[in-house]
């Protein structure tokens, strides 16, 4: 069965800190497709990564970075010198391929809130 | 220009009533979904359209209708609404429905039944 864990509820830092946010999925196919989603306080999801199973090349774009592993299933996001702006809810999802084109779903984890202290 | 936008943004309603939240995306994507958001933030799919073809239907109850008049357009329909309702819907649009593009979300409606 398809699965996103999220352990931690709830992170709180200090500004300039690093913060990393843990992603565990489950899935018994061998092509998927693992996202990272943004949601602030404002209430819209925003888009940042979509990385697929084949490709496990660390990425980095600003200050965030994604770490994939599938040796422990996990898709981890850092947030270097964290900013008040990164407060947000972040959401790991995950989709499998299907067959034939067949149209999927994101399976999403329960979100983690990011509170960045000024 | 609103890639994926729905209306209305907030609706607030009694129970037994019927609504609608429209949703309509701009950029060309053959498949649409509405996820639904609950008070614990938890999101979850309830249905995908591909190309007008109702392709997922997450065993939501029949008092919801997605109506999905083109492939620009998916709308969700909700009839004798119960306070249980009561969450964020999302509406969102892909190029291709097995996932191999990202998903972009309108900015939600959140429901509240009174």
């Known amino acids: 069965a398809q699965k996103v864990t999220q352990a931690q509820t709830e992170i709180s830092v200090v500004e300039k800190e690093d913060v990393t946010l843990d992603c565990v999925y489950e899935?018994?196919?061998?092509?998927?497709?693992l996202f990272w989603y943004k949601q602030p306080p404002s209430g819209e999801l925003v888009f940042l990564i979509r990385?697929?199973?084949?490709?496990?090349q660390n990425e980095i774009s600003g200050r965030y970075s994604w770490n994939f592993q599938k040796s422990t299933s996990s898709f981890n996001f850092t947030i270097t010198a964290s900013q008040v702006v990164d407060s947000a809810v972040y959401f790991c999802?995950?989709?499998?391929?299907?067959?034939?084109?067949?149209?999927?779903?994101?399976?999403f984890g329960t979100g983690t809130l990011l509170a960045v202290q000024p | 220009d609103t890639a994926v936008s729905q209306t209305p943004k907030y609706l607030v309603t009694q129970m037994g009533n019927d609504k609608s939240i429209k949703c309509e995306q701009n950029?060309?994507?053959?498949?649409m979904y509405w996820y639904k958001q609950d008070s614990k933030k938890f999101l979850k799919i309830m249905f995908s359209?591909?190309?007008?073809?109702?392709?997922i239907n997450e065993t939501v109850p029949n008092r919801f209708s997605p109506k999905s008049p083109d492939k620009a357009h998916l709308n969700l329909h909700i009839n004798s609404l119960e306070l249980g309702d009561s969450a964020v819907y999302f509406c969102?649009?892909?190029?291709?429905?097995?996932?191999?593009?990202?998903?972009?979300f309108g900015q939600g409606t959140r429901l509240t039944v009174v």
């Open positions: 969102a649009s892909s190029q291709e429905g097995n996932m191999n593009t990202e998903a972009f």
């Open positions: 899935t018994r196919d061998t092509t998927y497709y």
């Open positions: 990385r697929n199973s084949f490709d496990e």
């Open positions: 999802a995950l989709s499998e391929a299907g067959y034939g084109g067949a149209t999927n779903k994101l399976i």
């Open positions: 950029l060309g994507h053959d498949t």
């Open positions: 359209y591909n190309n007008k073809e109702l392709i």
